[in-house]
T-cell receptor
Framework: DTGVSQDPRHKITKRGQNVTFRCDPISEHNRLYWYRQTLGQGPEFLTYFQNEAQLEKSRLLSDRFSAERPKGSFSTLEIQRTEQGDSAMYLC???????????FGAGSRLTVL | QQQVKQSPQSLIVQKGGISIINCAYENTAFDYFPWYQQFPGKGPALLIAIRPDVSEKKEGRFTISFNKSAKQFSLHIMDSQPGDSATYFCAAFSGGGADGLTFGKGTHLIIQP
């Protein structure tokens, strides 16, 4: 499979717990993006990496959110002390730097009870 | 500030008809305008895209019309089929920007048999 993989596909957690999502991009892609999508809305940019460097973070990314891409390959998005407002689909996308076409994964749906 | 405005929010079209979705943008730095198609439980998938130096692009039953002076672009789906029922997002990308794609809020399209 040469697409973008995300895991888990669905996570249900209680408020206050920590959750972590993983994204495996297309192998030759050096740029990786995280987006958040809530019901009835378009995806909203959270952060992106070029190789292992996190180059941009949205104001949407509170200090409870942290993302890493330690070796420039897979990435993780961790949410600490989850709140009900964090319930959303978290999408990962990858591309080559300088290219415009983002390839998205199927997303990780978070439900915070 | 919403930089890409999309309408209508929902659309019902009879099979064989033409589906039209409109978008307007504000940021003149945008230089790439893709449309994404999203089915329930899936990530967005690139459908068709256009650059502002072209007024129209056609791929099969899908056509983008682009009006640079009005800062508007639209997606036309000819001979709409039930399998086209999905949510469609217009988006805009700035080559000089760091935050990837800016998405519209989406149009939920239903093609009635």
């Amino acid at each position: 499979d040469t697409g973008v993989s995300q895991d888990p596909r669905h996570k249900i957690t209680k408020r206050g717990q920590n959750v972590t999502f993983r994204c495996d991009p297309i192998s030759e892609h050096n740029r990786l993006y995280w987006y958040r999508q809530t019901l009835g809305q378009g995806p909203e940019f959270l952060t992106y990496f070029q190789n292992e460097a996190q180059l941009e973070k949205s104001r949407l990314l509170s200090d409870r959110f942290s993302a890493e891409r330690p070796k420039g390959s897979f990435s993780t998005l961790e949410i600490q002390r989850t709140e009900q407002g964090d319930s959303a689909m978290y999408l990962c996308a990858s591309t080559l730097a300088g290219a415009n076409v983002l390839t998205f994964g199927a997303g990780s749906r978070l439900t915070v009870l | 500030q919403q930089q890409v405005k999309q309408s209508p929010q929902s659309l019902i079209v009879q099979k064989g008809g033409i589906s039209i979705i409109n978008c307007a943008y504000e940021n003149t730095a945008f230089d790439y305008f893709p449309w994404y198609q999203q089915f329930p439980g899936k990530g967005p998938a690139l459908l068709i895209a256009i650059r502002p130096d072209v007024s129209e692009k056609k791929e099969g039953r899908f056509t983008i019309s682009f009006n640079k002076s009005a800062k508007q672009f639209s997606l036309h789906i000819m001979d709409s089929q039930p399998g086209d029922s999905a949510t469609y997002f217009c988006a805009a990308f700035s080559g000089g920007g760091a935050d990837g794609l800016t998405f519209g809020k989406g149009t939920h399209l239903i093609i009635q048999p």
